[in-house]
Antibody
Framework: QVQLVESGGGLVKPGGSLRLSCAAS????????MSWIRQAPGRGLEWVSY????????NYADSVKGRFTISRDNAKNSLYLQMNSLRAEDTAVYYC?????????????WGQGTLVTVSS | SYELTQPPSVTVSPGQTARITCSGD??????AYWYQQKPGQAPVLIIY???GRPSGIPERFSGSSSGTTVTLTVSGVQAEDEADYYC???????????FGGGTKLTVL
């Protein structure tokens, strides 16, 4: 059973930074693309970013491009999201998800999420 | 910008069939996926590549595609199926992944 555990969420002021982590286990992490997806309170799902298995390829939603950076450490079975210049509209639960390299990509396993609140 | 359009809500009685649609201009050329999300929980993949069903997903969940619309069908709806359902695909250039707005399935 795939396990994904997010951490690093919390309260941050507008303009601040936060780094999310996702610890993966019970599958070969280095074989899979990985993604971050977020959900604002009471709202729908929004894809944020994905990264290829070897970190060669990354892609971002327009809403976070230039502010967020996705990365991974396959030796540590970990996925990261560095979030800078945070805005109130970035407030959301952030999920990490194992991503299947299909056409198009999709998400076959999700973590339980970590809440990020951007407020003064 | 490209969007996937879902009805905000669908209501059915137990034992009936629920159909949730998702419309998008790029859907004839690429697959769609469906996720179920119950309150306070993470989403779960229930349909892949328009009509595939992952192991462990009940047979009452099925998917189909016709033109610019994909449909999630829940046959013999049970109270435990009450949840939000999201379709997912990509834009026509396949550079951005996106979700529909979600449909709340209510079982009355």
């Amino acid at each position: 059973q795939v396990q994904l555990v997010e951490s690093g969420g919390g309260l941050v002021k507008p303009g601040g930074s936060l780094r999310l982590s996702c610890a993966a286990s019970k599958f070969t992490f280095s074989d899979y693309y990985m993604s971050w997806i977020r959900q604002a309170p009471g709202r729908g799902l929004e894809w944020v970013s994905y990264i290829s298995s070897g970190s060669t390829y990354t892609n971002y939603a327009d809403s976070v491009k230039g502010r967020f950076t996705i990365s991974r450490d396959n030796a540590k079975n970990s996925l990261y999201l560095q979030m800078n210049s945070l805005r109130a509209e970035d407030t959301a639960v952030y999920y990490c998800a194992r991503t299947i390299h299909s056409d198009p990509y999709y998400f076959d396993s999700w973590g339980q999420g970590t809440l990020v609140t951007v407020s003064s | 910008s490209y969007e996937l359009t879902q009805p905000p809500s669908v209501t059915v009685s137990p034992g009936q069939t629920a159909r949730i649609t998702c419309s998008g201009d790029a859907l004839p050329k690429q697959y769609a996926y469906w996720y179920q999300q119950k309150p306070g929980q993470a989403p779960v993949l229930i349909i892949y590549k328009d009509s595939g069903r992952p192991s462990g997903i009940p047979e009452r969940f099925s998917g189909s595609s016709s033109g610019t619309t994909v449909t999630l069908t829940v046959s013999g709806v049970q109270a435990e199926d009450e949840a939000d359902y999201y379709c997912q695909s990509a834009d026509s250039s396949r550079t951005s992944l996106l979700f529909g707005g979600g449909t709340k399935l209510t079982v009355l």
